[in-house]
């Protein structure tokens, strides 16, 4: 595949991700105020999650494709006289934005398993902290197209941490009370880490592993799915049905 096929290929599906998680959570936000009330602390949590993604992934996988728009992906916006480096904002709005999301996911599983926070919960949501701490260190060269191998890989243990931590919760409670919902979010989050880790450790000398993070954002939108047909869908099949009712009378 030549170079100017990757970057379209790059394009395409980074637009069609955008536009796909945009819609379910807007379609979310829309549907959230009727959702049962067994069920909507939950969703609350798993829509909130879903917007921080959806947040920081536009400043990530967005600004990648302006990036590219504009010239090339080390191109810069001029703000207020300051050079605005497009990659490299947009890697740190999702850096943040996806420490967030797991922040929520946990306290999805909280309330949906009665859960309570203990220990390994709190080293969790401790990883997630010290993770946006290290955001602070210049060493993380927030200004370059390539992030520097090893301190990316430092910033990124927090997270693996947090999410496979989140996972293992969501895991083990959806077994043990047979729940059919939560055994694919977990699973899916697992599959995500799966993708996920390979980038982590071997980009530097494998680059071609780049390409895991299409099935991990598939991931993402796999659990945007589930959880929007658990909690949202039958919302949208009753107000059709009002709807259609008030129509005929």
Request: some cysteine; proline content about 4%.
């Amino acid at each position: 595949m030549s170079s100017t096929m990757k970057v379209w290929t790059e394009i395409v599906f980074n637009i069609i991700y955008l536009l796909t998680i945009w819609m379910l959570t807007v379609k979310m936000l829309r549907l959230a105020a009727g959702v049962s009330p067994k069920d909507l602390q939950v969703a609350k949590n798993i829509m909130i999650a879903f917007a921080f993604l959806a947040i920081g992934d536009t400043g990530h996988v967005g600004f990648r494709v302006l990036a590219y728009f504009m010239g090339g992906l080390d191109a810069k916006l001029n703000i207020l006289n300051t050079q605005l480096p497009l990659v490299g904002a947009g890697a740190l709005a999702t850096a943040i934005m996806v420490t967030l999301f797991y922040v929520m996911i946990l306290d999805a599983w909280r309330k949906r398993f009665d859960g309570k926070y203990g220990v390994f919960e709190y080293i969790l949501l401790i990883a997630g902290i010290i993770r946006l701490i290290l955001f602070i260190n210049p060493a993380n060269q927030w200004g370059s197209v390539v992030p520097p191998f090893r301190w990316s890989l430092v910033r990124n243990i927090p997270l693996m941490i947090q999410g496979l931590g989140a996972a293992y919760l969501i895991l083990r409670d959806s077994y043990r009370y047979k729940d059919r919902t939560f055994k694919q979010i977990g699973a899916m989050i697992l599959v995500s880490f799966i993708c996920y880790m390979p980038v982590i450790f071997l980009i530097e000398k494998m680059p071609w592993v780049g390409m895991l993070m299409i099935p991990k954002t598939l991931a993402y939108l796999a659990i945007a799915f589930i959880a929007y047909k658990e909690f949202f869908s039958e919302v949208k099949l009753r107000m059709v049905k009002t709807n259609k009712i008030s129509s005929e009378i």
